[in-house]
Nanobody, 123 residues
Framework: VQLQAFGGGLVQAGGSLRLSCAAS????????MGWFRQAPGKEREFVAA????????NYADHVKGRFTISRDNAKNTVYLQMNSLKPEDTAVYYC?????????????????WGQGTQVTVSS
């Protein structure tokens, strides 16, 4: 599956952005999806994940209550709605896919990655 993330940009603290990740190739609904981010000088970290059907989600503690992951299997797209953004949310955001049974948070278990989209939050 090929993934393309978009929707990043520059936003002021407290603002919102919605990231999208469009998938092509094999059946999108057969993949669990995740969002990760990487800030300059830091390791890539887990943000959110969603199961094939969308019934199960998982969030990193630092985004709970602010970010929402969702998917539309008819459109082969996964979304990340980001509200109440903080300067520390500044990073390149990546979407990823895997076909394991459970939703996972470990980046090493994801098989496919998009190219990333930059999110910059100004104070």
């Amino acid at each position: 599956v090929q993934l393309q993330a978009f929707g990043g940009g520059l936003v002021q603290a407290g603002g919102s952005l919605r990231l999208s990740c469009a998938a092509s190739g094999r059946t999108f609904s057969s993949y669990n999806m995740g969002w990760f981010r990487q800030a300059p000088g830091k390791e890539r970290e887990f943000v959110a994940a969603i199961s094939r059907s969308g019934a199960s989600t998982n969030y990193a503690d630092h985004v709970k209550g602010r970010f929402t992951i969702s998917r539309d299997n008819a459109k082969n797209t996964v979304y990340l709605q980001m509200n109440s953004l903080k300067p520390e949310d500044t990073a390149v955001y990546y979407c990823a896919a895997h076909s394991r049974l459970q939703v996972v948070v470990d980046a090493r278990q994801y098989d496919y990655w998009g190219q990333g989209t930059q999110v910059t939050v100004s104070s």
